[in-house]
Nanobody, 127 residues
Framework: QVQLVESGGGLVQAGGSLRLSCAAS????????MGWFRQTPGKEREFAAS????????YYADSVKGRFTISRDNARGTVYLHMNSLKPEDTAIYYC????????????????????WGMGTQVTVSS
């Protein structure tokens, strides 16, 4: 298992940008697929972005494609989510998650495949 701590959330105006960070601890971080999910009150947690453990492949939800970029620095044990052109509908608590790599190093969008989660960081986008 890995321990995850998100940071970088805050209040921004529509059209603005934020960079979220997720600090991970654990010797096997580099062998974990990483993902970002988000959740608003009354709704289920939804997938936003994922990156393979080697960093060569990424996958995004249609709602954030072209605006968000996920990246990782395995040497620093950190995964990032760069968010541009933010919209009010992006308002949510953002969680990072880790999934132990299986047979293939591929991004993962299914929440059930992730076994380690951070506590989340709030992102609020005003109109």
């Amino acid at each position: 298992q890995v321990q995850l701590v998100e940071s970088g959330g805050g209040l921004v105006q529509a059209g603005g940008s934020l960079r979220l960070s997720c600090a991970a601890s654990g010797l096997t971080f580099s062998r974990h697929v990483m993902g970002w999910f988000r959740q608003t009150p009354g709704k289920e947690r939804e997938f936003a972005a994922s990156i393979s453990w080697g960093g060569d492949s990424t996958y995004y939800a249609d709602s954030v494609k072209g605006r968000f970029t996920i990246s990782r620095d395995n040497a620093r044990g950190t995964v990032y989510l760069h968010m541009n052109s933010l919209k009010p509908e992006d308002t949510a608590i953002y969680y990072c998650a880790a999934a132990r790599a299986g047979l293939a190093d591929l991004p993962l969008s299914r929440m059930a495949l992730y076994d380690s989660w951070g506590m989340g960081t709030q992102v609020t986008v005003s109109s």
